[in-house]
T-cell receptor, first 115, second 114 residues
Framework: DQQVKQNSPSLSVQEGRISILNCDYT??????FLWYKKYPAEGPTFLIS?????DKNEDGRFTVFLNKSAKHLSLHIVPSQPGDSAVYFC??????????????FGTGTRLLVSP | NAGVTQTPKFRILKIGQSMTLQCTQD?????MYWYRQDPGMGLKLIYY???????DKGEVPNGYNVSRSTTEDFPLRLELAAPSQTSVYFC?????????????FGNGTRLTVT
């Protein structure tokens, strides 16, 4: 049962354009959503997050949008740069009962930004 | 600043062998986690720890054991390696400061069981 879904395995974008990565979830108990970025041979690194009480969060070129009624979130990267080429994982969190976050990850979307 | 350090980076095991994946963090984080990532899949939680001496099972714990004797170290033990355990293993840690503080990941251990 895949509770967090990233239906696009890959996305190609030209440098300077907008990249939009999408994520859908099924569990309405999720209360926090995060995006992680992963380069080859490295571990994932935290990119941006959003609480379920908000519908938008911005950090520089990165903006995450949350549509709770549709159980959908998206990551916008504007403008896209070649260094953004990586795998992006969407993750959702349910408070784990002892104060820590128990993350559920999507399968990832590989973004390729070409010069 | 080392962050989360995992060793080894690569390992090949024969079926039935055992090994320990090492993980250490220098950020004084209370929470530590082990995830595995299979090809084309997301990361799945194997075990986690909320502090020294406290561990609990995640989503896919079968075939693994963990211990947490210190805040810094969280080794993952495979007792009888099976081909289904071929995967990339990531250790992570997070701070107790603030709900939903992000996870810091190590660079992974790529394990092949043949």
């Amino acid at each position: 049962d895949q509770q967090v879904k990233q239906n696009s395995p890959s996305l190609s974008v030209q440098e300077g354009r907008i990249s939009i990565l999408n994520c859908d979830y099924t569990n309405s108990m999720f209360d926090y959503f995060l995006w992680y970025k992963k380069y080859p041979a490295e571990g994932p690194t935290f990119l941006i997050s959003i609480s379920s009480i908000k519908d938008k969060n911005e950090d520089g070129r990165f903006t995450v949008f949350l549509n709770k009624s549709a159980k959908h979130l998206s990551l916008h990267i504007v403008p896209s740069q070649p260094g953004d080429s990586a795998v992006y994982f969407c993750a959702a969190s349910v408070e784990g009962g002892t104060g820590f976050q128990k993350l559920v990850f999507g399968t990832g979307t590989r973004l390729l930004v070409s010069p | 600043n080392a962050g989360v350090t995992q060793t080894p980076k690569f390992r090949i095991l024969k079926i039935g062998q055992s090994m320990t994946l090492q993980c250490t963090q220098d950020m004084n984080h209370n929470y530590m986690y082990w995830y595995r990532q299979d090809p084309g899949m997301g990361l799945k939680l194997i075990y986690y720890s909320v502090g020294a001496g406290i561990t609990d099972k995640g989503e896919v714990p079968n075939g693994y054991n963990v211990s947490r004797s210190t805040t810094e170290d969280f080794p993952l033990r495979l007792e009888l390696a099976a081909p289904s355990q071929t995967s990339v293993y990531f250790c992570a840690s997070s701070s107790i400061e603030g709900y939903n503080s992000p996870l810091h990941f190590g660079n992974g251990t790529r394990l092949t069981v043949t």
